[in-house]
């Protein structure tokens, strides 16, 4: 499925946050959202899953003007949005979250789930706010698995978790990439978001400052610019 953000202005009440911003993910192909805090990655990710309508411009799904939609219209339609933080039930047990994920497919859900993370197989019957970071986020994850969605949003999955997990994430990334879904990727770990993706963004200030392939990012200064020396050194190494 390809999604595309078109001339998208968008604001929370009269604070604009985005400014006629164009971005593109193509079918099967993944898509870095790169920049610094406050650049409007996350208000980009909202728009384009339906959780905030645009002011200006449009959001298409395969060529298809779907800016109207509500945001659970968005899912339906094969979009998942796993937003910041640890999005899942933290009362219900892992079983039953991923019941609730799967709308409807219960088994085919705990199986893809199982096989991606075999941690959660002997989480079961946990509540999943009992468990640590790293497994209540690939319990998060799971839901990407469990709706069969052909557009996968991904906004920070990474942050505050532990290298060795990370590394696990983005291998289940590199996975759903390899089976043609389209992912749309804002991650602090630069390096390793642009090492899967096709193409990237770079927003500074609710504004696309930079599109093109990573190694192009790699080999300007546009990275150190905006998100620091560290962040370009790890990339260019």
Known sequence: MRLELE?????YGETVALWDVSILLPHGTTVALLGPNGAGKTTTL????GLLPPRHGRVLLDRRDTSALSPDRYAIAGVCHITE???????LTVRDNLRMFAAGDDDGAIDRAVSAFPKLGQRMQQVAGTMSGGEQQMLALARAYAHHSPVVLL???SMGLAPIVVDEIFEFLGRLASEGVSLLIVEQYAAKA???ADFVYVMVR?????????GELADSDLLAHYLGHEAAGAVVS
Do not use: C, K
Not at 46 to 49: E, I, K, L, P, Y
Not at 85 to 91: A, E, I, K, L
């Open 46 to 49: 909202r728009t384009a899953s």
């Open 206 to 214: 609710g504004r696309v400052a930079f599109a093109g392939e990573p």
């Open 7 to 11: 001339n998208v202005t968008a604001s």
């Open 85 to 91: 933080g640890r999005s899942v039930f933290p009362g």
């Open 194 to 196: 642009l090492q899967i």
């Open 155 to 157: 906004d920070e999955v």
